[in-house]
């Protein structure tokens, strides 16, 4: 099993777990419209180009807004929940892409539908899934803060760090330590449900914050 798979059957027993209305930490979305979000990336191409194209941005929402409302009954719900856990379509772009494409997509996901309701204790994460989860966090990080100014370094617990931000113009750096998982989360802007402790000058972490909260 491939780690994005491993992280697919993590998120539909997340999903399982809650009522369809449950809490998610994607703003406006409950538990039923996340699940309706995954099934759509993966089964229509209009939605997933949506996704990342500004102007189909409102058709997007509309089609998840619909399915996850179709599935507010419990029986729908876990017909919707099933479609999450089957992988996409052979034809689809998603089957071929693999963990570049989908592993971070899941891996937050599942994170959040475990705290939309509040805080729990994180997932002790296989080391190599870690391992991968902490690839693919170097190589977006630093498109995640671009724009503060703000050097940033990640620092794991095993003292592994990485410099993914240099500081521009009159900016310090930030360094910010926590588990693999966590600083994932903090880097797709779920901080404030993830247990990470920035540290800098006080403007510079207000800097960091603007973009990522924590």
């Known amino acids: 099993m491939t780690w994005h798979q491993h992280e697919r059957a993590a998120l539909a027993q997340a999903l399982a777990a809650v009522p369809p209305d449950a809490p998610t930490l994607c703003e406006g979305w409950?538990?039923?419209?996340?699940?309706?979000?995954?099934?759509?990336?993966?089964?229509?191409?209009?939605?997933?180009?949506?996704?990342?194209?500004?102007?189909?941005?409102?058709?997007?929402?509309?089609?998840?807004?619909?399915?996850?409302?179709?599935a507010a009954t419990p029986g729908a719900y876990r017909d919707l929940v099933a479609r999450v856990a089957a992988p996409p379509?052979?034809?689809?772009?998603?089957?071929?892409?693999?963990?570049?494409?989908?592993?971070?997509?899941?891996?937050?996901?599942?994170?959040?539908?475990?705290?939309?309701?509040?805080?729990?204790?994180?997932?002790?994460?296989d080391p190599e899934l870690a391992e991968a989860l902490w690839r693919q966090l170097?190589?977006?990080?630093?498109?995640?803060?671009?724009?503060?100014?703000?050097?940033?370094?990640?620092?794991?617990?095993?003292?592994?760090?990485?410099?993914?931000?240099?500081?521009?113009?009159?900016?310090g750096t930030v360094v910010v330590r926590g588990e693999v998982g966590e600083l994932l989360l903090h880097a797709f802007g779920r901080g404030r449900a993830a247990d990470v402790t920035p540290e800098g000058a006080p403007h510079d972490v207000a800097a960091l914050e603007r973009r990522l909260p924590a």
């Open 30 to 70: 409950e538990a039923r419209h996340l699940a309706a979000h995954v099934v759509l990336r993966e089964s229509s191409p209009l939605v997933g180009a949506g996704i990342v194209v500004p102007a189909l941005a409102d058709r997007t929402e509309r089609a998840i807004q619909e399915l996850g409302d179709s």
């Open 89 to 125: 379509a052979a034809w689809h772009p998603m089957s071929w892409a693999g963990d570049a494409a989908n592993l971070v997509e899941l891996f937050v996901h599942t994170e959040d539908v475990r705290r939309g309701g509040g805080p729990v204790a994180p997932r002790t994460l």
């Open 138 to 171: 170097v190589r977006n990080a630093p498109l995640r803060s671009r724009g503060t100014g703000v050097g940033l370094v990640l620092v794991r617990p095993d003292g592994v760090r990485r410099r993914v931000a240099k500081a521009r113009g009159d900016h």
